[in-house]
């Protein structure tokens, strides 16, 4: 390796061309902050796409990543492992699951649980019961069901033929779910709070309204929280926020906070449905995965830390709305505890992918969620100083873009 020259040119002679990562390469991330080979310093207000919860190199993860590598990596599910039951029972007692399933990804989560939605469906109400309900701007990951199931038609364009049954409807309309809901329906599914399409809340009325038109048509609800559960909407997952309880709930991203795992939690009786050799994963409830998200989880589910997003979520609104003032480029600042969104301005819009790259001119890093909304889902327990400091550069971004 060490003759090899690690560029970001060797990106484009090497892998294929799905990705176009920027031009510095990270090599050591310690809380929110991150160095590039070069040795520069960035404020991290992007945690991987919302995953490093909290932050990077946490010392209780490493210990517990450190411990479990020299116990066991991997034994398959032929045999259940220890890390993996800690983890199942922790989950159950800290929400409305009585029954999990694991695997290495907010994808495989979906998956596990569309399909779950169906096979519930079949078992209990025959052979008719197929259509999932969701909505338009939803992400749900990247396999040929999940994509399908998304809301956003580039990520399906020439993947067909798409798996079939698929109903969307726009976002928090009451009036269209009530409209295409019926006994057909076995499941309808979404994001408490629309990540990658923009950062848009759910609202409370069509959380309640989605849940009582399930009961009514004997349809499943399920919670994608992949990218808003496990601490980030400032409850352990945010449909303790909504009061909503759902069948299933998808989580991934920060249960690992780095490390791949996903989960589908779910109650007993509809779990049934997923019977010996009806579904599986290699590694789902791998031991290393197992041993870190038991670590994650033991920090991210105390008071502190919650009431810390709160808190954190005020600290940066309150930043924003100062820095919106001055230079009014948000037509909209919204969210739920440390995912936030910064709607363009209407003169500003399309150009969200600027500001992103003018952030990180100043050594910041930032996300869009689409073309008009910029995108910030900072650790869970970033230091004040950091959200302070990260701030001040997002300033200096902003007056760098309205004057580019
Ligand atoms: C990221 C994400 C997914 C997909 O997760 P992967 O780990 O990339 O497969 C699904 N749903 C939501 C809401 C997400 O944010």
């Not at 907010?106 to 019961?129: I, P, Q």
């Not at 909304?373 to 990260?390: C, K, N, T, Y």
Request: proline fraction near 4%; aromatic fraction near 8%.
């Amino acid at each position: 390796m060490s003759d090899i020259d690690i560029q970001r040119a060797l990106f484009d002679e090497v892998m294929v061309p799905n990705y176009a990562p920027l031009s510095q390469i990270p090599v050591r991330g310690q809380g929110s902050r991150v160095w590039d080979q070069a040795g520069n310093e960035y404020i991290d207000f992007a945690s991987g796409i919302a995953v490093t919860a909290l932050g990077h190199c946490h010392p209780k993860m490493v210990q517990a990543i450190q411990e479990q590598s020299q116990k066991l990596w991997h034994v398959s599910n032929l045999l259940t492992n220890e890390p993996a039951l800690q983890l199942a029972h922790k989950l159950c007692q800290a929400t409305f699951a009585q029954r999990v399933f694991f695997c290495n990804s907010g994808t495989e989560a979906l998956e596990a649980s569309l399909k779950l939605a169906r096979r519930y469906a079949y078992d209990h109400y025959g052979d008719n019961k197929k259509q999932i309900i969701a909505f338009r701007q939803a992400f749900h990951g990247r396999s040929l069901f999940t994509v399908s199931v998304g809301g956003q038609a580039k990520y399906q364009e020439g993947f067909g033929p798409l798996p079939g049954g698929i109903t969307h409807l726009p976002f928090n309309d009451v009036a269209a779910l009530e409209d295409a809901i019926s006994s057909q329906t076995c499941a309808v599914v979404f994001e408490p709070v629309q990540g990658e399409g923009g950062v848009t809340p759910a609202t409370r009325e069509f959380v309640k309204a989605a849940r009582k038109l399930c009961d009514q048509n004997h349809a499943l609800l399920v919670f994608d929280e992949v990218q808003i559960g496990m601490g980030r909407s400032g409850h352990l997952y945010a449909y303790m926020d909504y009061d909503v309880v759902p069948d299933i709930l998808a989580s991934a991203k920060g249960l690992g906070g780095g490390f791949p795992i996903g989960a589908m939690l779910t109650m007993t009786d509809i779990a049934k449905s997923m019977s010996v050799g009806t579904h599986g994963s290699t590694y789902g409830g791998n031991p290393l995965a197992c041993a870190v998200a038991n670590a994650v989880l033991d920090v991210i589910h105390t008071p502190q830390v919650l009431e810390g997003v709160v808190h954190r979520h005020h600290m940066f609104v309150k930043g924003l709305q100062k820095i919106n003032a001055q230079y009014g480029v948000f037509s909209e600042i919204r969210g739920l505890g440390l995912l936030l969104g910064l709607e363009l301005a209407p003169k500003w819009q399309g150009r969200a992918r600027d500001l992103v790259n003018a952030a990180l001119a100043q050594r910041l890093f930032v996300l869009v969620a689409g073309t008009d909304v910029v995108r910030l889902a900072p650790s869970l327990i970033i230091p004040e100083e950091d959200i302070e400091q990260g701030l001040a550069l997002f300033e200096q971004a902003v007056q760098a873009f309205v004057e580019s």
